[in-house]
């Protein structure tokens, strides 16, 4: 883990075929390294063996409701944007054993089992789930309830991060501060340089792990010209980016917790728990007990959960959020709003992921600003 | 001191194909587990011998679909202190259901050569139509994890972990790619409940509802997102109209779509 802004520790360029040293040597330095892959008609996160796992000459198509990769004729590495996997499948496991239990006669003894912590390294990392980390990280390191799995996963992970060059149509980072560029909080940030015959990597060092990881790299120092490369290309894709949030959407949704929208997006939401479960940020997770059959054992297991789902809101009597509407307001309301009274910052990144794979297309974007326009108007 | 008496287990067909019990001798491995944890008191499909009521845990498999069937499920739930239904026959009335939405007189003078030995009822039903139960297990067939869950579960006096959320938390916690988003499949997993271990999504085929409806399911606005997708109404209609067909929100919406 590295802090959120820090002056780059030197910037070099490299060819496109030293993607495959970086990978060796992080390999080598044992860390597994996790990247994008082509599978099942998506880009989506797995471990790499080398830079021939990568997929070249890809883009991503992607609407409310509809993800398509397509080949673009180009050689290039980095095209496409974010999947529907995020890095939290690998920090924040999808389901875990948190302990386990053997009877003991009247009682019962707590089985030890020590994990060992992977460690990762993420490579390809977006601006905007970069900035997903950083609140995850406010969410789990929060002193007297912190998760130590999550903070000794992140602790070890080394981050690659790729800056973005052009948005997908579901895009919306600009408007939430979190990119298309990054502006440290990584060990190496990666642009890809292609135009006009070039066909080059920028490489800024953002930490002295990135420092010595770099070093078994070969490159050249980057010129003037070289380093303002990544802040060009990506106030070009922050002005193609379509989507945005509207204005002080904080403050907006506290005033409409009662507005007819929420009944309009509930005759379209299937309460399918989706948009949660891709959401690079969200972070409930339910707790099961399990027994065998004779009940000699027993293991207590944490998995992701939904605020989308009815036994999430379950009490005595019943659940408390039975409506559609309830929920999907609840989840709106919590990312956009009040995560900031609980954790000092937005809790929505703009990585877009909740629109592509909302079964129906629902459009968080789109709720915010019809909320904003009919304000009022009851 | 003798041995504490174990619980008796009971296991009952009706209007079925017996997958769902077949899943209980599917377990192979926890299999001699069941047995050392219960008395298998009735279990045709497993063995001849048989203990008379009462029992301690019914499964019953199968929809409600004779005259007899409807009397026999009433005294097998006076001999059951608990009684689980188990899988789409049981839950929902099964595929035999399909019966429901026409005249069954006409189907039996066309099918049988003698109508009148046929006594049968114009519906198919959930045993949850005739009797109280206490558990269900949804599954065409059922997940045999979810029953040893459920039994599990009741032998240890905890509640049974078989969430009645959608099938789309299941593939997302796999990280299985959505086959709508990502292929423009046409899946019922956002209105099926969860169970099955995200089979076919996982094999790049949309699910196809065998759990029945999650909690909760609006499918009036998925089906609307299948038209998009270019499914015409018959389609939609027949997507509805399957092992879950008479559970009443598939039902509903089978007939929203039914024109002819």
Redesign the interface.
């Known amino acids: 883990m590295t802090a959120n802004k820090s002056e780059a520790l030197g910037t070099f360029v490299i060819a496109p075929s030293e993607l495959g040293s970086l990978i060796s040597a992080l390999r080598e330095d044992g860390y597994e390294v996790i990247g994008p892959k082509l599978a099942d008609g998506a880009i989506v996160h797995e471990p790499l063996e080398s830079a021939d796992d990568l997929p070249v000459g890809y883009d991503d198509e992607q609407e409310g409701g509809t993800y398509r990769v397509a080949k673009n004729g180009a050689n290039t590495y980095f095209d496409y944007v974010v999947g529907p996997h995020s890095w939290k499948r690998y920090l924040f496991p999808p389901d875990q054993q948190l302990c386990q239990m053997r009877r003991q006669g009247k009682t019962f003894r707590l089985i030890e089992t020590k994990q060992e912590i992977p460690r990762y390294a993420f490579f390809g990392v977006r601006s905007c789930d970069l900035h997903a980390m950083q609140v995850q990280d406010k969410v789990f390191d929060n002193g007297e309830f912190a998760d130590p799995g999550y903070m000794e996963r992140r602790k070890a992970a080394f981050v690659v991060v790729v800056n973005c060059l052009r948005p997908a149509a579901t895009c919306f980072c600009a408007s939430m501060d979190t990119g298309p560029r990054a502006t440290g909080g990584y060990d190496l940030a990666l642009t890809e340089l292609a135009s006009k015959g070039r066909h080059e990597f920028l490489v800024e060092v953002g930490s002295s792990r990135g420092e010595e990881i770099f070093a078994k790299v070969s490159g050249r120092p980057a010129t003037e010209a070289d380093q303002s490369a990544p802040e060009t290309a990506s106030a070009k894709a922050a002005n193609a980016m379509k989507r945005e949030m509207v204005p002080d959407v904080q403050a907006l949704l506290k005033r409409n917790l009662e507005h007819r929208r929420w009944d309009d997006v509930a005759k379209r939401c299937l309460t399918c728990a989706n948009c949660t479960l891709v959401c690079p940020t969200c972070f409930c997770t339910t707790v099961e007990d399990y027994t065998d059959l004779t009940g000699s054992t027993a293991e207590r297991r944490r998995r992701w959960d939904s605020c989308f789902t009815m036994d999430f809101s379950y009490v005595h009597g019943g659940s408390v959020r039975r409506e559609t509407y309830a929920r999907y307001r609840q989840w709106m309301t919590h990312k956009l709003s009040s995560w900031f009274d609980q954790f000092d910052v937005s809790g929505c990144v703009g990585c877009g992921r909740c629109i592509t794979w909302c079964p129906v297309g629902i459009d968080i974007t789109e709720e915010a600003r019809a909320i904003r326009d009919s304000e009022g108007s009851r | 001191m003798p041995a504490p008496k174990k619980p008796k287990l009971a296991v009952w067909k009706f209007s079925s194909c017996d997958g769902c019990q077949l899943q209980l001798l599917c377990c192979e491995d ?1 299999l001699l ?2 047995a ?2 219960v008395e298998i008191a009735y279990f045709l499909e497993a063995t001849r011998a048989q203990v008379r009521g009462p029992y301690d845990i019914s499964l019953v498999e199968g929809s409600v679909s004779t005259p007899e069937e409807a009397e026999r499920i009433r005294k097998i739930r006076r001999q059951s202190k608990i009684l689980i239904s188990i899988g789409a026959c049981a839950t929902a009335g099964g595929i035999q259901a399909l019966r429901n939405f026409k005249d069954v007189d006409g189907f039996i003078n066309a099918v049988y050569a003698h109508p009148e030995y046929i006594e049968t009822l114009a519906t198919s039903t959930a045993i949850r139509d005739h009797v109280d139960i206490d558990f269900e297990l949804r599954g065409c067939p059922i997940d045999k994890g979810q029953l ?2 459920a ?3 009741l ?2 006096g ?1 509640r049974p ?1 078989v ?4 099938q ?2 299941e593939c ?7 086959v ?5 499949t046409p ?1 019922m ?3 099926t409940q969860a169970g099955c271990g995200n089979l076919c999504p996982s094999f ?1 085929r949309g699910c196809y509802n065998c759990f029945g409806p ?5 499918t ?3 089906s ?2 299948f038209a998009k997708l270019g499914m015409d109404q018959r389609s939609i209609k027949h997507f509805y109209r399957s092992f879950n067909t008479n559970a009443p929100a598939f039902r509903r919406e089978s007939e929203a779509h039914d024109k002819t």
Do not use: F, Y
């Open positions: 926890e587990q069941v050392d944890a040893l869950e039994l599990s579960a032998l240890n905890r972990n969430p009645t959320h959608s789309c938390v997302k916690l796999m990280g299985t790619v959505c709508m988003v990502a292929h423009g899946c997993g956002p209105v790049n999650k909690e909760t399911p609006n009036a606005s998925l609307a997102w």
